[in-house]
Structure formats: C-alpha cells, structure tokens
C-alpha cells in the first residue's frame, strides 16, 4: 500500500512508483494481506474491532470538528476549539 496514499474521501493520489499494470494487480492482494493481518491481531489481542473502529471515530471527530476540518489537511492540534 505504499504507493497509495488517501487524500480526499473522493479519490486517492498514485504516486508516481509503479505503472498503471502494476497499479491494477496491487491493491487486492494487499488489501486482503492487510485485513487478513488486523484480523488475527485483534484476535490475539481480544479486540473488538467493530468497537475499536467507533471509538476511533468519536476521537476523531473531536479532534477534527467537520466545520474547521473539512478540505484541508491540518494536524487536530492547528485547530483552535471554539
């Protein structure tokens, strides 16, 4: 996944280490690598990750309120809380 990196919810940027072939025949694999890997860590950990997930949501949207978040890429600790 290292040549992909999110940044719009809309789309992703491909930077530029790979063909457009490559590109095709990366994700899937190391996606299911990736899901396949967090899985059997959460097991062995016993963490919920349904749980975990919402948590995590609740956190961000604290630490990136949507009307001072929304399109732009700012670290949580630029904004001023109002």
Do not use: C
């Not at 999110?6 to 490559?22: R, S």
């Not at 690598?33 to 949501?57: C, F, G, M, P, W």
């Amino acid at each position: 996944m290292a040549a992909l990196n999110w940044t719009t919810p809309e789309g992703l940027v491909v930077k530029p280490l790979y063909t457009a072939a490559d590109l095709a025949a990366l994700p899937r694999p190391e996606l299911a690598d990736t899901l396949l890997y967090l899985v059997r860590l959460a097991d062995r950990l016993n963490i919920d990750l349904a749980s975990a997930a919402s948590a995590k949501i609740e956190l961000n949207e604290k630490k990136y309120p949507v009307e001072m978040a929304r399109g732009n890429a700012r670290k949580y600790t630029e904004f001023v809380s109002k």
